[in-house]
């Protein structure tokens, strides 16, 4: 007999089929995760290494061919992982409804010609809007006028990117329930990514997954990190994972052939997830680790040729001023890697500090004027390490200035969450500055609620169409404009302070309706109505010397 597993959320639902004689047919919904265990019956010593050879293919493939429905004529070849023993495992999530068929292909008889079929049924609109990760992974949006410049689900609906930075959390101390209340509270304030580490190595052996000779799994360990990512995916988050934390000479202290090793690994196991690939974490793409630029590019298109869903692949690059970066300052991807045909989008790390919050909109620009377009994201800027540390001001304009500037979209990190510091696993104090009593709730760090009201907030309004136009504000030191000239403006003002808006691409007799977003409250605090076709002057609700603290406000003015 086989055993079938389909996992939808934290559900798993185990289906008996007779194997050899007749199959019984699973049922499933689109995009879930629906798993064949086979037993292998070749033994090996050590089938993570014997069996996925650095210069060979997987040991067991899956073939799944759609009959009928939309997945008619849809063919998805799909390599099976080592589980541990001799149990090996085959991930597969069905892109479209309809009747899907599907036969292994081995070498050991074992885990040859196991054949099955499976009913996939699509979700309600109500149910993909309850939870998005149903609408399959992200991906680029590749039509329209602004293809290229931001991401969307594999059906279509545009996805806004707010990342929460989850490095350490593959510890092996912390408990199921410590990252359920993570989840649940990012997913509450409309966070939809979380930067994992999945990695060989990590901060150490405590947060790997490979042993110290990185030649083969924790499988414990690995199915407890799983049980995170399917959590994330049931409340509507995709998981940001990477394979490798760099370090100098990797290329003695790992070897090329066991990073391209898990990198495969890492996408043979997870690659029926809602997740998105990453290189690696914290790299100069020049000679840290002593492996080349090459070697990078040569594994970001391994990776892309073992995705059969063509899932988004980007790169954490170290920024200027970082130790490993001072011999190959970059202050994104897009300076060293824009031009491989792998590469989906351009990461950014500004890294820590207000001087290099500053860079936030200039590193934007830089990004987002090469061709070919492609989307832009800073996914570590400065850290709200402690409250105040980095003033939520500060947050707000890394955000802010990034969306106006044209990014799609901005990531977070802040108080425990980014360190994993948790109590059955506190981290260890070092040169960071963090908030050390759990006395304290860091997840609602006055930065993390802006970012949840910048993500509740694009979610109201269709802000893929809006492209950098900062020449449409004038006489303010905030230039930060994005917009659809003649029909929709979205300004962040840094300083508050009056404006001059140039609305000369709509007619005089057009109105506008101006909102004003308090972003030290997250409230709407006034709305106005103003005329076209000319420039016109605008004033926040509150100002100087009225109110002598200033404040930042968001302006969005939308043709009636």
């Known amino acids: 007999m086989k055993e079938f597993t389909v996992f939808s959320g934290m559900a798993s639902i185990m289906v008996i089929a007779l194997a050899c004689v007749c199959f019984g047919q699973v049922k499933v919904k689109e995009w879930d995760v629906f798993e064949i265990e086979m037993t292998a019956q070749d033994e090996t010593s050590n089938?993570?290494?014997?069996?996925?050879?650095?210069?060979?293919?997987?040991?067991?493939?899956?073939?799944?061919?759609?009959?009928?429905?939309?997945?008619?004529?849809?063919?998805?070849?799909?390599?099976?992982?080592?589980?541990?023993?001799?149990?090996?495992?085959?991930?597969?999530?069905p892109p479209a409804g309809g009747e899907w068929s599907y036969v292994s292909h081995s070498k050991d008889a074992g885990l040859n010609a196991t054949k099955g079929k499976l009913l996939c049924t699509e979700w309600s609109e109500?149910?993909?809007?309850?939870?998005?990760?149903?609408?399959?992974?992200?991906?680029?949006?590749?039509?329209?006028?602004?293809?290229?410049?931001?991401?969307?689900?594999?059906?279509?609906?545009?996805?806004?990117?707010?990342?929460?930075?989850?490095?350490?959390?593959?510890?092996?101390?912390?408990?199921?329930?410590?990252?359920?209340?993570?989840?649940?509270?990012?997913?509450?304030?409309?966070?939809?990514?979380?930067?994992?580490?999945?990695?060989?190595?990590?901060?150490?052996?405590?947060?790997?997954?490979?042993?110290?000779?990185?030649?083969r799994p924790d499988f414990d360990h690995l199915h407890h990190i799983e049980s995170y990512i399917r959590y994330a995916n049931s409340v509507g988050i995709t998981v940001w994972v990477h394979g490798w934390w760099n370090s100098p000479h990797m290329d003695k202290t790992i070897g090329a052939d066991k990073i391209r090793r898990w990198c495969r690994y890492m996408v043979h196991r997870l690659g029926a997830y809602n997740v998105t690939w990453v290189l690696s974490g914290e790299y100069n793409m020049n000679n840290y680790g002593n492996l080349g630029l090459d070697f990078w590019k040569q594994l970001g298109a391994l990776i892309d040729a073992e995705d059969p869903y063509d899932r988004i692949i980007g790169a954490h690059p170290t920024p200027p001023g970082w130790g490993g970066g001072a011999e190959a300052p970059q202050w994104s991807t897009a300076e060293v890697l824009h031009d491989e045909d792998w590469l989906d989008y351009n990461q950014s790390q500004t890294g820590h500090g207000k001087w290099r919050n500053e860079m936030i909109p200039r590193i934007v620009t830089d990004a987002y004027n090469r061709k070919p377009p492609k989307p832009i994201v800073v996914t570590e800027p400065w850290y709200e390490f402690t409250r105040g540390s980095a003033s939520a001001e500060d947050i707000r304009f890394g955000a802010w200035s990034a969306i106006c500037s044209g990014a799609a979209g901005h990531s977070y990190a802040g108080g425990h969450v980014w360190k994993a510091h948790v109590p059955e696993a506190p981290a260890g104090k070092d040169n960071w500055p963090m908030e050390l009593s759990f006395e304290v709730n860091t997840l609602d760090y006055p930065g993390a609620v802006s970012l949840g009201f910048m993500a509740q907030f694009l979610r109201s309004i269709e802000w893929w169409r809006l492209s950098p136009h900062p020449e449409l504000v004038l006489e303010n030191p905030s230039p930060f404009c994005a917009a659809r000239p003649g029909k929709e403006y979205l300004i962040y003002l840094r300083w508050g302070g009056a404006l001059k808006v140039d609305l000369k691409d709509a007619a005089e007799a057009d109105t506008?309706?101006?909102?004003?977003?308090?972003?030290?409250?997250?409230?709407?605090?006034?709305?106005?109505?103003?005329?076209?076709?000319?420039?016109?002057?605008?004033?926040p609700p509150e100002d100087y010397p009225t109110k002598l603290q200033y404040k930042d406000w968001l302006l969005h003015i939308k043709k009636k």
């Open 126 to 215: 109500t149910e993909k809007n309850a939870n998005p990760t149903r609408r399959g992974p992200v991906r680029v949006c590749k039509t329209g006028g602004r293809a290229g410049r931001y991401f969307q689900y594999a059906d279509g609906t545009p996805f806004p990117w707010l990342g929460d930075t989850w490095w350490n959390w593959t510890k092996r101390r912390i408990k199921f329930e410590s990252f359920k209340k993570l989840a649940d509270d990012r997913a509450a304030k409309g966070f939809n990514v979380g930067q994992l580490f999945f990695a060989g190595r990590g901060w150490g052996g405590d947060s790997s997954l490979l042993n110290g000779s990185f030649d």
């Open 512 to 539: 506008f309706e101006c909102k004003w977003f308090d972003l030290t409250k997250s409230t709407l605090r006034k709305t106005t109505t103003i005329k076209g076709g000319a420039t016109r002057t605008l004033h």
């Open 47 to 93: 089938p993570y290494v014997n069996r996925l050879p650095d210069d060979g293919p997987g040991y067991v493939k899956v073939v799944f061919r759609g009959e009928t429905g939309k997945a008619k004529g849809k063919i998805l070849t799909v390599t099976g992982f080592w589980d541990g023993g001799d149990t090996w495992k085959v991930r597969f999530a």
